[in-house]
């Protein structure tokens, strides 16, 4: 059976943390930071882990991660 690809963009997306679950990084923090007031950049920062819901999908996008 050949190699499954791995779907770049998830790749670039996500990563799995040491107890093996998903992280990802939050939104709304590229552009337009004028408006935002620094506590909502702030607790942007910190990374988020996927929901329990979504691991299935992206475990299809990411098989060797």
């Known amino acids: 059976m050949p190699k499954?690809?791995?779907c770049r963009g998830a790749a670039?997306?996500?990563r799995?943390?040491?107890s093996g679950k998903l992280k990802r990084a939050?939104?709304?923090r590229r552009h337009i930071l004028t408006k935002k007031s620094t506590k909502r950049k702030r607790?942007?920062?910190?990374?988020a882990t996927?929901?329990?819901n979504d691991i299935k999908m992206i475990n299809?996008?990411?098989?060797?991660v």
């Open 4 to 6: 499954m690809k791995t």
């Open 12 to 14: 670039k997306r996500f």
């Open 16 to 18: 799995r943390t040491g």
């Open 26 to 28: 939050q939104s709304h």
């Open 43 to 47: 607790h942007l920062r910190d990374a």
């Open 50 to 52: 996927i929901h329990e």
């Open 60 to 64: 299809r996008l990411l098989p060797y």
